[in-house]
């Protein structure tokens, strides 16, 4: 019904940059909430930052400073630019988003595949 698409991740060395793009299609009456969420080898998935759809932010302290999430409301696209990366942020990355079918259907969670972020010393 819904799929959540990533691009973005790669191989870079610290101090360089990544931008993360996220787009979700299917019969989508409303996306609320949309955000990145990263596992490392070994570690529980952790949020990294999230946007509501008026534009309010949310970030862990480890990026603050350094990444900055963005949105599309029109295409449905979320976005994540990060900077300084560090070899600590080295995890998959992946989308969230909290979607509404239908406009009498409650709010639903929907995960996009992942992508690598590869962060070198």
């Known amino acids: 019904q819904v799929q959540l698409v990533e691009s973005g991740g790669g191989l870079v060395q610290a101090g360089g940059s990544l931008r993360l793009s996220c787009a979700a299609s299917?019969?989508?009456?409303?996306?609320?909430?949309m955000g990145w969420y990263r596992q490392a080898p070994g570690k529980q998935r952790e949020l990294v930052a999230s946007?509501?759809?008026?534009?309010?932010?949310n970030y862990a302290d480890s990026v603050k400073g350094r990444f900055t999430i963005s949105r599309d409301n029109a295409k449905n696209t979320v976005y994540l630019q990060m900077n300084s990366l560090k070899p600590e942020d080295t995890a998959v990355y992946y989308c969230n988003a909290v979607v509404r079918l239908t406009p009498s259907r409650r709010v639903d969670n929907y995960w996009g595949q992942g992508t690598q972020v590869t962060v070198s010393s």
């Open positions: 946007i509501t759809s008026g534009g309010s932010t």
């Open positions: 299917g019969s989508i009456f409303s996306i609320n909430a």
